[in-house]
């Protein structure tokens, strides 16, 4: 078995971030481990970050810049609340099908979102529960079950 390599950002990049998670950081200090625990990887074109199950947090450089450090640190905690609500294990127990993970993930994003939101956090066009029809401050298995159903 071969050891997986990820790159590490380029000097300006890795700034960027750093600067980015430290602000995160300060906003939410208890996700503070979290922040610093996901590893970069550059996906260009990816158009957004995202994370995997494996605490890989997938970062388009182009669009953190675009956002700027404060939106791309409220997008970093976005994306620890996905890992430390432990979405991933999650759609496994609501039974989550492959045709519906992007139905799970817009869910989770508007629970995350409707928190981040509330608390002032400057997120680049949320997905908010009220877009979906749905009631603010839910929890994701429900929303779920609502729009599955």
Request: aromatic residues 8%; proline residues 8%.
């Amino acid at each position: 078995m071969t050891a997986t390599r990820v790159r590490p950002p380029a000097p300006a990049d890795a700034r960027f971030l750093a600067a980015a998670r430290l602000r995160a950081a300060r906003q939410q200090p208890y996700l503070a481990s979290a922040l610093f625990a996901m590893v970069p990887v550059d996906s260009p074109g990816h158009g957004t970050f995202s994370v995997d199950g494996y605490w890989r947090l997938y970062v388009d450089m182009d669009q953190a810049r675009a956002w700027g450090v404060e939106a791309s640190a409220a997008v970093l905690l976005h994306e620890a609340h996905h890992l430390v609500r432990d979405h991933h294990a999650r759609a496994a127990q609501v039974q989550v099908a492959p045709h519906e993970r992007e139905l799970w993930n817009l869910v989770a994003d508007a629970a995350i979102n409707d928190d981040l939101v509330a608390e002032g956090q400057p997120l680049p066009g949320p997905v908010l529960p009220h877009h979906l029809d749905l009631p603010a401050r839910g929890v994701e298995e429900h929303y779920f079950a609502v729009l599955r159903s």
